[in-house]
C-alpha cells in the first residue's frame, strides 16, 4: 500500500502564495508520477499539475505561469508553489501518485483545503 499526506493548504487573499506538500510512503514503485488534482463544489475532480520520476510536467491551462510543480525523489515528496492565487483557485487539493504494474494503480491524498479570498 501507498500513502500520501498532505500538508499547506489554508485561507488566503487574492494575490497571495501558498506551498502544497505531500509525502509518500509504502510500497512505491520507481518509475511514478505524482501529481495534484483540485475539486471545486459542484464540479468534477480536475489535473492541476503533475510530474514524473525524471521530471516531465504538466500542466493546467489555467495555472501556467503561476504554479510551480516539483519533487525531491529521495524523500518522495512533491511540491506545488501557488503564486498569484485567484479565487477561482479555491478548491481541495488532492496529492496523487500513479505507476503501473500490469495496470494502472492510483493513490490519493486525503485533501487540503485552498480557499482564495477576493
Known amino acids: 500500500q501507498v500513502q500520501l499526506v498532505e500538508s499547506g493548504g489554508g485561507l488566503v487573499q487574492a494575490g497571495d502564495s501558498l506551498r502544497l506538500s505531500c509525502a509518500a510512503s509504502?510500497?512505491?514503485?520507481?518509475?511514478?508520477?505524482m501529481g495534484w488534482y483540485r475539486q471545486a463544489p459542484g464540479s468534477q475532480r480536475e489535473l492541476v499539475a503533475s510530474i514524473t520520476r525524471s521530471g516531465t510536467t504538466t500542466y493546467a491551462d489555467s495555472v501556467k505561469g503561476r504554479f510551480t510543480i516539483s519533487r525531491d525523489n529521495a524523500k518522495n515528496t512533491v511540491y506545488l508553489q501557488l503564486n498569484s492565487l485567484k479565487p477561482e483557485d479555491t478548491a481541495v487539493y488532492y496529492c496523487?501518485?500513479?505507476?503501473?504494474?500490469?495496470?494502472?494503480?492510483?493513490?490519493w491524498g486525503q485533501g487540503t483545503q485552498v480557499t482564495v479570498s477576493a
Open positions: 496523487n501518485l500513479w505507476f503501473v504494474i500490469l495496470t494502472r494503480r492510483d493513490y
Open positions: 509504502g510500497n512505491i514503485f520507481g518509475s511514478n508520477t
